[in-house]
């Protein structure tokens, strides 16, 4: 699918942003589009990546580790002089049976999922307090956090947190830095298959969303750039579901009628 074109009320010039994680899948695609809007773009991961999105700048960071953040905000500081817009994107989790799953597991997804945007989110707050337009923070949650969350229990318990994290650090650093998540639906991106399947499973998961297809990544990351965009400058401490109407009831399928 074909990405649309950047309207003109959604201009990053001169914007600097933060993807966390953003060197691929769902954050590569937010990456392009703040780029593609006129953003100058910061990713960051663990190591370097193959490849990053065209015109993005890559530092080496583990936004688990306080020492990490701490070292990343400030070489974004020193080399731009701003932080305006804050993604914290980075997350995910492999399947694993709630039943089984070990103890470091559990503390690695909710660290990468929970603890790693509120650090993320200390540091880019240190910056923007004290910066002219204040910034904003968009907090990637999934629908996981909304509902149960079978072989992945860990990363939905931490996505839940998460929307409630957005809600308290909306309040806490107003009035110059709005908060607000995101809960996005399936998505395809390289790791659709761990959960989907191959490309006829993919297909057959996408008709059971009533738009009639999993979303693609720059159609959530258009509803990112409206929540950093001026466009929502009365909007702070909300979550907005983003996932093509959402999963059919059990029931539908199962009901004979």
């Known amino acids: 699918m074909n990405a649309p074109s950047i309207p003109s009320t959604l201009d990053f010039a001169n914007k600097v942003v933060l993807v966390t994680g953003g060197t691929r899948g769902l954050g590569r695609g937010i990456a392009d589009r703040f780029v593609e809007a006129g953003a100058t773009v910061v990713v960051c991961g663990r190591k370097d990546p193959?490849?990053?999105?065209?015109?993005?700048?890559?530092?080496?960071?583990?936004?688990?580790?306080?020492?990490?953040?701490?070292?990343?905000?400030?070489?974004?500081?020193?080399?731009?002089?701003?932080?305006?817009?804050?993604?914290?994107?980075?997350?995910?989790?492999?399947?694993?049976?709630?039943?089984?799953?070990?103890?470091?597991?559990?503390?690695?997804?909710?660290?990468?999922?929970?603890?790693?945007?509120l650090l993320c989110s200390q540091g880019a707050f240190s910056i923007m307090r004290n910066q002219d337009g204040g910034g904003a923070i968009v907090n990637i949650a999934s629908v996981s956090g909304l509902r149960p969350s079978p072989n992945t229990a860990a990363y939905g318990a931490a996505k839940a947190g998460l929307v409630n994290l957005t809600e308290t650090l909306a309040v806490e650093f107003a009035p110059s830095v709005r908060v607000n998540c995101l809960s996005a639906g399936l998505i395809i991106t390289e790791q659709s298959h761990l959960f989907y399947g191959d490309a006829d499973g993919i297909a057959a998961v996408g008709k059971t969303v009533p738009l009639g297809h999993m979303a693609e990544p720059h159609e959530i990351a258009d509803v990112a750039l409206f929540l950093a965009s001026p466009l929502a400058r009365y909007v702070s401490g909300a979550n907005i579901v983003v996932h093509g109407g959402g999963e059919l009831p059990a029931y539908m399928s199962a009901a004979n009628t």
């Open 50 to 117: 193959e490849s990053s999105a065209s015109g993005t700048t890559f530092f080496a960071a583990d936004v688990r580790d306080s020492e990490s953040v701490a070292s990343l905000m400030a070489q974004i500081n020193a080399r731009f002089g701003r932080l305006d817009v804050l993604v914290n994107n980075a997350g995910g989790s492999p399947p694993a049976d709630s039943a089984t799953a070990s103890a470091n597991f559990t503390n690695a997804i909710i660290g990468l999922n929970l603890v790693a945007p």
